[in-house]
């Protein structure tokens, strides 16, 4: 027997005696030990406290066992979960709720709200670094119409660019990065305890290169923060981490105007194992919540997940939250790859399955670092190429295909690309694990979002856009270049906005439209897409008077799992409804082209794909001149139908997501060389290479269908 072999059973026997010696162990809120988020202690919890304790394993993979936060597990934090693992885990208090008045404008049916849920400020390392200058306070206005100023920055260290939304959004949410809150409130305030030191120096002086030295530190496999600014022992970036997150809650309260605009509470998690991108946003229903978690803490998603439920959901706070991943289609295959640490048995493997489906229902499909919905010619998916998986991609040229393995850098372009890089494969492979486990991990609605690091939330318009990374970006020649970083510039874009389909604009009733996935991405614009899927449903609703209401009483909104199939059903029906951006009088939205049907399923454990065009046309000759930006051609303004899946197995697993596509207009690089003199406008204005025009366009969340 090896030595750490003989410490787990004298720590385990040592606990487990200990119980039948001490009165009841203390109720709290979270069940200390459950290592999983499962509900209960198990034994193989109990093991993975011992080897914390022991050492051999890091203290994330426990984070509930470590009761007392001290980064350490404890022979006493054992008999706690021992004596939960002999009983019961405790049931969490059930706050006395708060409710809200109800909005004049509140609807059953639901109203469409539109948001930006990806927004950076100076708090953020990055943004900072490019001179931004803009607080969360300044962004909230921004999102209600208000202008700011972005940089260069003048002599007295004022921005230069003022720009300003032309249509005010609805909700927002501020997500700076957990990561430095701490380390750049320390390094730009004179007198803090780290003030002076090389590190913080550097900070406030070498730009781009420390960006790049911040960045390297999460990408390590046990991230540690920089003593140079934080101290030794970190206490001063987790003061200066507690003073900002005040402001931060502060700045959301403040922005708050129930029933007109929904500020949100809300930071990023920025894990970027190997440079592989695993970022989620963090978003708060209320203001009840905890300090954030970022990857120094907990270097894994699962860690991220089981903290959020110990500290927020648990808590017995009131609080509630989702996590969004976004940028999958810079993850080397991680992003989505199927696993269950620790797991030892399929229940396992089900209980990890059903809490990851619960604490991430929606991923962001789309923002200004291009498109996570598909990607053509990858293996492990049959089914004729998409052309529109060409929208807007990240990955340029040829590139190596990770199959059924990950990779490392695609944070910074490189590495393999892998099917579970973009949404549509990870519906697929939710498919295929709820097949296998009766639980899909994946079962995601969609949401785009910008991604700004400018404090300009909604921030879309292609015509206006001057791009996201303050100074880094404010010269013509790098924007519409190829960047300071790999494959940026010209390649990236305005980015994307979120739909949400809500009884009012309030916190309560956004978030719950978010948990339950009645969401819609945009690449940017502002039309409307609806779907409600059910069996039966009648061939002329798009002519009822009332049709919405006969959707929503006779089917299922987007995002749903469709009802049981009646035996006398065929296949599912969709009522697909779209409304054109209407845009401004300066510069009206585009017509609709079509609508399609985007539908996945499984047989014999085998990956199918198949896109439908179901209303409008591809032939509609719509065009756009290049010189001026004038849409020329024909286009609809709504379109709606009923569509009836003429292919439909009733033995096979399936999703259905809609696609709407926008007649072409002109990219925004377009717009920016044509402003520009021949003499000053850079190569990209006249390579045949980067696309003029973007077809703009909308996701609906999907719909599944259960044998």
Same mark, same amino acid.
């Given at each position: 027997m090896t030595r750490d072999s003989w410490w787990k059973r004298v720590l385990l026997l040592i606990a487990v005696g200990a119980v039948a010696c001490l009165p009841a162990t203390r109720m709290t809120a979270a069940c200390s030990g459950d290592c999983d988020g499962s509900g209960t202690v198990t034994i193989n919890d109990l093991i993975t406290m011992v080897n914390v304790a022991l050492?051999?394993?890091?203290?994330?993979?426990?984070?509930?066992?470590?009761?007392?936060?001290?980064?350490?597990?404890?022979?006493?934090?054992?008999?706690t979960a021992v004596n939960y693992a002999l009983t019961t885990c405790p049931a969490p208090p059930t706050p006395t709720p708060i409710p809200e008045e109800p909005c004049p404008q509140r609807n059953p049916l639901r109203n469409v709200y539109f948001g930006d849920l990806h927004v950076h400020t100076t708090w953020s390392f990055d943004a900072h670094l490019w001179d931004t200058r803009?607080?969360?306070?300044? +962004?909230?206005?921004?999102?209600?119409?208000?202008?700011?100023?972005?940089?260069?920055?003048?002599?007295?260290?004022?921005?230069?660019?003022?720009?300003?939304?032309?249509?005010?959004?609805?909700?927002? +949410?501020?997500?700076?990065?957990?990561?430095?809150?701490?380390?750049?409130?320390?390094?730009?305030?004179?007198?803090?305890?780290? #003030?002076?030191?090389? +590190?913080?120096?550097?900070?406030?002086?070498?730009?781009?290169a420390i960006f790049t030295a911040l960045g390297i530190l999460v990408t390590a496999s046990h991230p540690k923060r920089n003593p140079g600014m934080c101290g030794t022992d970190g206490a001063a970036c987790r003061t200066g981490a507690e003073d900002v997150w005040e402001r931060v809650q502060s700045a959301a309260a403040a922005a708050y105007d129930h029933c007109n605009f929904t500020s949100f509470v809300a930071y990023e998690y920025s894990r970027a194992a190997g440079g592989s991108t695993m970022h989620r946003n963090v978003i708060f229903r209320n203001a009840n919540v905890p300090f954030p978690i970022s990857t120094f803490e907990q270097p894994t998603p699962q860690g991220l997940w089981r903290?959020?439920?110990?500290?927020?959901?648990?808590?017995?706070?009131?609080?509630?939250? $989702?996590?969004?991943?976004?940028?999958?289609n810079e993850s080397n295959g991680n992003m989505f790859f199927v696993e269950y640490p620790g797991a030892q048995t399929l229940d396992d493997q089900r209980a990890q399955a059903e809490f990851r489906s619960a604490m991430e229902p929606l991923v962001e499909v789309y923002q200004h670092k291009g498109s996570s919905e598909c990607f053509n010619g990858l293996s492990g998916i049959l089914g004729a190429p998409d052309e529109q998986c060409e929208f807007e991609r990240r990955r340029q040229g040829t590139v190596q295909d990770c199959g059924d393995g990950t990779g490392q850098l695609g944070a910074a372009g490189g590495?393999?690309?892998?099917? $579970?890089?973009?949404?549509?494969? /990870? $519906?697929?492979?939710?498919?295929?694990?709820?097949?296998?486990?009766?639980?899909?991990? #994946?079962?995601?609605?969609?949401?785009?979002?910008?991604?700004?690091?400018?404090?300009?939330?909604?921030?879309?318009?292609?015509?206006?856009?001057?791009?996201?990374?303050?100074?880094?970006?404010?010269?013509?020649?790098?924007?519409?270049g190829y960047g300071n970083f790999a494959s940026d510039g010209v390649i990236f874009s305005p980015g994307a906005l979120t739909g949400v389909w809500a009884?009012?604009?309030?916190?309560? /009733?956004?978030?719950a439209a978010l948990r339950r996935k009645e969401t819609?991405?945009?690449?940017?614009?502002?039309?409307?897409?609806?779907?409600?899927?059910?069996?039966?449903? &009648?061939?002329?609703?798009?002519?009822?008077?009332?049709?919405?209401?006969?959707?929503?009483?006779?089917?299922?909104?987007?995002?749903? $799992?469709?009802?049981?199939?009646?035996?006398?059903?065929?296949?599912?029906d969709l009522l697909i409804t779209a409304m054109r951006d209407a845009g401004t009088a300066e510069h009206p939205g585009a017509p609709l082209q079509r609508l399609q049907v985007i539908k996945g399923w499984i047989v014999n454990g085998?990956?199918?794909?198949?896109?439908?065009?179901? /209303?409008?046309?591809?032939?509609?000759?719509?065009?756009?001149?290049?010189?001026?930006?004038?849409?020329?051609?024909?286009?609809?303004?709504?379109?709606?139908?009923?569509?009836?899946? &003429?292919?439909?197995?009733?033995?096979?697993?399936?999703?259905?997501?809609?696609?709407?596509?926008?007649?072409?207009?002109?990219?925004?690089?377009?717009?920016?060389?044509?402003?520009?003199?021949?003499?000053?406008?850079?190569?990209?204005?006249?390579?045949? /290479?980067?696309?003029?025009?973007?077809?703009e366009r909308a996701w609906s969340s999907p719909l599944w269908y259960t044998p």
């Open positions: 050492e051999s394993a890091p203290v994330s993979t426990c984070a509930s066992g470590d009761a007392d936060s001290d980064g350490a597990i404890s022979v006493n934090e054992i008999i803009t607080t969360p306070d300044d +962004a909230y206005h921004f999102a209600r119409g208000a202008p700011i100023a972005l940089p260069p920055l003048d002599a007295e260290g004022h921005g230069t660019r003022t720009v300003q939304l032309a249509r005010p959004l609805d909700f927002t +949410a501020v997500t700076d990065h957990s990561e430095f809150l701490g380390e750049v409130e320390t390094c730009t305030t004179p007198g803090s305890a780290t #003030y002076d030191s090389t +590190a913080c120096q550097q900070f406030r002086a070498e730009g781009n903290e959020l439920k110990a500290s927020c959901i648990d808590a017995g706070i009131g609080c509630d939250v $989702l996590a969004i991943p976004h940028n999958s590495g393999c690309v892998s099917r $579970l890089d973009y949404v549509r494969g /990870a $519906l697929l492979a939710g498919l295929k694990e709820e097949e296998r486990l009766g639980v899909n991990p #994946y079962r995601l609605g969609f949401v785009g979002s910008t991604d700004t690091h400018n404090g300009t939330p909604g921030f879309t318009d292609e015509w206006a856009w001057m791009g996201h990374q303050g100074a880094n970006d404010a010269v013509p020649s790098v924007l519409l009884e009012e604009n309030s916190r309560s /009733a956004i978030f819609f991405a945009t690449s940017g614009t502002r039309l409307v897409v609806r779907v409600f899927g059910g069996w039966n449903l &009648p061939a002329g609703l798009c002519e009822d008077p009332d049709m919405i209401a006969a959707a929503d009483q006779q089917g299922v909104p987007m995002g749903s $799992l469709l009802p049981a199939r009646p035996p006398e059903a065929s296949a599912p085998e990956q199918h794909q198949q896109v439908y065009d179901v /209303a409008g046309s591809a032939d509609n000759g719509a065009t756009v001149d290049l010189a001026t930006c004038t849409p020329q051609g024909s286009g609809a303004d709504t379109l709606c139908t009923v569509w009836h899946d &003429p292919d439909f197995d009733p033995t096979l697993h399936a999703f259905y997501y809609v696609r709407v596509l926008e007649n072409p207009t002109c990219r925004w690089n377009t717009w920016r060389c044509n402003a520009l003199p021949p003499d000053q406008q850079p190569p990209s204005c006249t390579n045949p /290479a980067v696309p003029k025009t973007i077809q």
